[in-house]
């Protein structure tokens, strides 16, 4: 069975960082692309970035480049978000999800909340 | 990035079918056909719905059907049941980002 588990969410004041973490499990994570998405209180899904299986490519949504940061350990088969100077609209609840062809996220965790404000 | 364009709801009786668009433009929904939708019960993890369009994954009820015309796709759930109330979002590749996201709608079965 795919799992895929978000940590470390939580409360970070404005101009703080966090790293997420997502551990995969019941699929080969070194074969898939994977994503971050985000929602924010009462809106709709934002993709944020995406990387390629070995790690070699990354991609980032416009508006965030340059404060996020995907990463991923096959060793460990889990993804990283690293978000630095943490702003209050990045209150949102953060998902990871597995590629399964191009515009397709087959399976997502269940997310990690992460909430800024002082 | 621009966000694609969901009604914000849409209701129906159980046993009736609705439909949910998503707009976009020729460069995302009009100019590809790796059109998804997800389901979302809040507080769970989303589900993907329909991928390429109108393909079903394995295991996803064939009363949940998708399809495109032009710079638009819909959703149509049939026989709608009291299960299918959630939230349904869209998306599309797009020449500016591997995924851009509809706006949301939240279905409610009366």
């Known amino acids: 069975e795919v799992q895929l588990v978000e940590s470390g969410g939580g409360l970070v004041q404005p101009g703080g960082s966090l790293r997420l973490s997502c551990a995969a499990s019941?699929?080969?994570?070194?074969?898939?692309?994977m994503s971050w998405v985000r929602q924010a209180p009462g809106k709709g899904l934002e993709w944020v970035a995406n990387?390629?299986?070995?790690?070699?490519?990354?991609y980032y949504v416009d508006s965030l480049k340059g404060r996020f940061t995907i990463s991923r350990d096959n060793a460990e088969n889990s993804l990283y978000l690293q978000i630095n100077s943490l702003r209050g609209d990045d209150t949102a609840v953060y998902y990871c999800?597995?590629?399964?062809?191009?515009?397709?996220?087959?399976?997502w965790g269940q997310g990690t909340l992460v909430i800024v404000s002082s | 990035q621009s966000a694609l364009t969901q009604p914000a709801s849409v209701s129906g009786s159980p046993g009736q079918s609705i439909t949910i668009s998503c707009t976009g433009s020729?460069?995302?929904?009009?100019?590809?056909?790796?059109v998804s939708w997800y389901q979302h019960h809040p507080g769970k993890a989303p589900k993907l719905l329909i991928y390429?369009?109108?393909n079903r994954p394995s295991g996803v009820s064939n009363r949940f059907s998708g399809s495109k015309s032009g710079n638009t796709a819909s959703l149509t759930i049939s026989g709608l049941q009291a299960e299918d109330e959630a939230d349904y979002h869209c998306?599309?590749?797009?020449?500016?980002?591997?995924?851009?996201f509809g706006t949301g709608t939240k279905v409610t079965v009366l």
């Open positions: 999800a597995r590629e399964q062809g191009r515009g397709r996220l087959g399976y």
């Open positions: 019941g699929f080969t994570f070194s074969s898939d692309w």
């Open positions: 990387i390629k299986e070995d790690g070699s490519v990354k």
């Open positions: 020729s460069s995302d929904v009009g100019g590809h056909n790796y």
């Open positions: 390429d369009v109108g």
């Open positions: 998306s599309s590749y797009a020449s500016r980002a591997p995924y851009v």
